[in-house]
T-cell receptor
Framework: KAGVTQTPRYLIKTRGQQVTLSCSPI?????VSWYQQTPGQGLQFLFE???????NKGNFPGRFSGRQFSNSRSEMNVSTLELGDSALYLC??????????????FGPGTRLTVL | DAKTTQPPSMDCAEGRAANLPCNHS???????VYWYRQIHSQGPQYIIH???NNETNEMASLIITEDRKSSTLILPHATLRDTAVYYC????????????????FGQGTILTVHP
């Protein structure tokens, strides 16, 4: 079974631009979560989607947004990029958020560099 | 979610057991203990989870104290490939057995396995 796929793997943007990152969950998984990882703040939760609905949101500004499609694939968008947005963006999928185990499978991440 | 405290780093000799402690003194009755690890440049990987009983799977064992205020992850025969950052996370599971996907990561423990 294929794992979580994230595209692109690496991205370089300049301040003020916007970026869209994509995540394809494991086949059959319907829940997708996004995380940001930086050396200073560590791993921080961005948001979670299930059945095309945002179920939970972390403490990030409105420049960060996401969506989920009917095939469970998800995208996140960051508008008006700032230098501090440089990070590894990780996507995680799980079968459904209701299970106690709710083991989450993480993708390899997208490394975003903002110049 | 309850906060966790882990030592910043630990060393272990290859072939020996690695015992990683975690304090979660404010854990509440509906919070589970989860362990994930992150090998350099990869996404986090689920290891194990538990509520109050000791748990074992093919990767590790989880020992939770009777008062649930602390736990220990045991890698029985550490290998060089177990060198990673290990995260102890507590997560609320609602009364109906449902939970959100959000994982609150701390700084984790950097485990270095030496030859």
């Amino acid at each position: 079974k294929a794992g979580v796929t994230q595209t692109p793997r690496y991205l370089i943007k300049t301040r003020g631009q916007q970026v869209t990152l994509s995540c394809s969950p494991i086949s059959g998984h319907r829940s997708v979560s996004w995380y940001q990882q930086t050396p200073g703040q560590g791993l921080q939760f961005l948001f979670e989607y299930f059945s095309e609905t945002q179920r939970n949101k972390g403490n990030f500004p409105g420049r960060f947004s996401g969506r989920q499609f009917s095939n469970s694939r998800s995208e996140m968008n960051v508008s008006t990029l700032e230098l501090g947005d440089s990070a590894l963006y990780l996507c995680a999928s799980s079968f459904r958020p209701g299970a106690v185990s709710n083991e989450q499978f993480f993708g390899p991440g997208t490394r975003l560099t903002v110049l | 979610d309850a906060k966790t405290t882990q030592p910043p780093s630990m060393d272990c000799a290859e072939g020996r057991a690695a015992n990683l402690p975690c304090n979660h003194s404010t854990i509440s009755g509906n919070e589970y203990v989860y362990w994930y690890r992150q090998i350099h440049s990869q996404g986090p990987q689920y290891i194990i989870h538990g509520l109050k009983n000791n748990e074992t799977n093919e990767m590790a064992s989880l020992i939770i104290t009777e008062d649930r205020k602390s736990s220990t992850l045991i890698l029985p025969h550490a290998t060089l490939r177990d060198t990673a950052v290990y995260y102890c996370i507590v997560r609320v599971v609602n009364a109906g057995g449902t939970s959100y996907g959000k994982l609150t990561f701390g700084q984790g423990t950097i485990l270095t396995v030496h030859p």
